[in-house]
């Protein structure tokens, strides 16, 4: 088809644009794209490859007429195989996006390599705005201001918690698909003012600060003196006797030195340091002298 001096009045003319539409729209349908290859042929045996390449010749030398610009680029025409070229490797990017949750590809996967160069045209201004556009709406940390590896690993413990893992379940030695990722964490949150501005609200919008460090050891209610005298209690009445100085007794998975809390009250006591109270709620648990070694309980049930 000559579409250098076409008649758009020519029926030929007008048939052969409706059979290339109707055939780029069939493909774009089944592929996602227009980037068809130069000799293709679709399965009703027209020739595509060639109808796409005429497009593109006819609209280089300014012959096209606007009306099928237009139709064209509604069906996602690529008028430059460059541009096709850049295309097909931001699908790659979304493919890893989608399967990694970020763009902190290793520079020796073609993917990375390719993200690579982006970034580094862009931070020499040498990424067309259209380009850098398209990469910010796919990522919008996709240049990778902290490093590729904080993102990586960043992106690991954010999947981790958005698929619904508890934070609290997370201790030092906590590892994500080999990545100690509980060492990466306990640094994070260790150094909070050496981080960027830009990692802190990354870390916050996880709810990990250091106001909220899931490694931080839990700060345990201290136990009262009342307390304690009911787990003597518990002693003398599993035990049937007075504790040793060095025994315990495990409650709720913790283990309580009663023994050595006891010999303290003695010497609390003997020393005045004991109020009234205290001394009455031992007493009530011995016969005679509680402050003796061989203190006898008062009851046994």
């Not at 409706?18 to 069939?26: E, H, I, K, N």
């Not at 982006?118 to 990522?139: F, G, K």
Request: proline residues 5%.
């Amino acid at each position: 088809m000559d579409l250098i001096s076409f008649d758009p009045r020519d029926p030929a003319v007008s048939r052969s644009r409706r059979l290339g539409l109707a055939a780029a729209r069939s493909y774009r349908d089944q592929y996602g794209h227009l980037d068809v290859p130069a000799d293709y042929t679709d399965p009703t045996g027209y020739r595509l490859g060639t109808f796409i390449t005429t497009m593109r010749d006819a609209a280089k030398a300014g012959r096209l007429e606007a009306d099928w610009i237009a139709e064209l680029d509604a069906l996602g025409m690529i008028w430059d195989k460059h541009d096709a070229a850049w295309l097909a490797r931001l699908a790659a990017a979304t493919d890893y996006l989608r399967m990694h949750a970020h763009l902190a590809a290793p520079a020796t996967t073609p993917v990375g390599a390719w993200l690579a160069e982006q970034r580094h045209l862009a931070t020499r201004h040498e990424l067309h705005p259209a380009r850098a556009d398209a990469l910010t709406a796919l990522a919008a940390d996709w240049r990778l201001p902290h490093g590729a590896d904080w993102h990586r690993k960043y992106h690991l413990l954010r999947a981790h918690l958005v698929s619904g893992a508890d934070p609290a379940t997370l201790t030092r030695d906590t590892q994500l698909g080999g990545v100690k990722i509980g060492s990466w964490l306990a640094r994070q949150l260790t150094t909070w003012s050496a981080l960027a501005d830009g990692q802190q609200q990354l870390m916050t919008a996880l709810g990990l600060t250091p106001e909220n460090n899931p490694l931080a050891p839990a700060r345990r209610a201290r136990r009262t003196f009342e307390q304690t005298v009911q787990l003597l209690e518990l002693f003398l009445h599993r035990e049937g006797r007075i504790p040793a100085a060095r025994e315990t007794i495990r409650v709720d998975g913790e283990s309580v030195r009663i023994g050595a809390w006891l010999a303290k009250a003695r010497t609390k006591h003997r020393t005045g340091g004991l109020s009234d109270e205290h001394v009455s709620l031992v007493a009530a648990l011995f016969e005679g002298d509680w402050t003796a070694e061989d203190a006898v309980p008062a009851v046994l049930e």
